[in-house]
């Protein structure tokens, strides 16, 4: 089964670090990604801009457009990963391999139904 795993940090602490320490925590993190990869269980992963860039769509009618993301929280979603996994415990285990290199936050572990298989946009 796939799950998606939400990495939530605090925006203005993470986009605070200095280059170095972005680069030391990115390299802490490939070597968790790496062992996925080579497992074969690694889908996509992505680090998102910050929410300064975000636009969100709420489902009013009729529907309104907003700058910024709609949560109001100290944390904010930054990235997430897709990863395949035998079951929520194994999932965790993942989870917890990513906190160990990359400290403060949260993780959100979420099955994800695949809509459409087979197919990729661009």
């Known amino acids: 089964m ?14 605070s670090w200095s280059k170095e320490q972005d680069a030391a925590v990115m390299k802490k993190l490939a070597v968790v990604q790496e062992k996925l990869a080579k497992q074969g269980r690694l889908g996509p992963v992505a680090r998102l801009l910050p929410t300064t860039a975000a636009t969100t769509l709420r489902k009013d009618d009729p529907p309104l ?5 709609f949560a109001e929280t100290k944390e904010q979603l930054l990235g997430f990963y897709i990863v395949d996994c035998k079951n929520l415990d194994e999932a965790l285990d993942v989870a917890r391999d990513l906190g160990k290199a990359n400290p403060g936050g949260a993780y959100e572990i979420r099955p994800v139904g695949v809509l459409n298989p087979g197919q990729v946009t661009t």
């Open 65 to 69: 457009v907003l700058d910024g993301p």
């Open 2 to 15: 796939l799950y998606a795993i939400l990495c939530y940090h605090d925006e203005d602490q993470v986009g």
